[in-house]
């Protein structure tokens, strides 16, 4: 999959994972910046068609919603305990999604948190 990292998720390590698994992975603030806001994130995700991976969930729900033909949102959902999901679990429940979604997931938004398994 094509995935772009928000600032807020987009650690090298989960980057370097992600690379790993065969995804072709890059990080909004090595392309963007850091600070940059969630419209320019997505805007640019649009125009380079990647999936953006984000915690922000519910701005870029938003802007999902208003923008049908997105490539794609993978939402992550974080509580701080434990159950959170690391970096070897948001690997293990991308490539759950790609078996479920074999086509991509363009238009879609998933909560990631419902591929661990």
């Known amino acids: 999959?094509?995935?772009?990292?928000?600032?807020?998720?987009?650690?090298?390590?989960?980057?370097?994972?992600?690379r790993a698994a065969g995804h072709d992975v890059v990080r909004s603030?090595?392309?963007?910046?850091?600070?940059?806001?969630?419209?320019?994130?997505?805007v640019y995700s649009c125009m380079h068609n990647r999936i953006v991976m984000t915690y922000n969930n519910i701005d870029f729900r938003r802007l999902g919603e208003a923008t049908p033909g997105?490539?794609?949102?993978?939402?992550?959902?974080?509580?701080?305990?434990q159950a959170d999901m690391n970096v070897a679990e948001i690997v293990k429940a991308l490539?759950?999604?790609?078996?479920?979604?074999?086509?991509?997931?363009?238009?879609?938004?998933?909560?990631?948190?419902a591929f661990r398994w």
């Open 70 to 81: 997105h490539p794609g949102l993978l939402l992550v959902y974080r509580d701080n305990k």
């Open 95 to 113: 490539a759950n999604v790609e078996h479920i979604y074999p086509d991509g997931i363009a238009g879609e938004t998933i909560v990631l948190n």
């Open 1 to 18: 999959m094509r995935v772009l990292l928000d600032e807020c998720i987009g650690g090298r390590v989960l980057r370097d994972a992600l």
């Open 29 to 42: 603030v090595d392309k963007l910046g850091g600070g940059v806001d969630d419209h320019a994130v997505f």
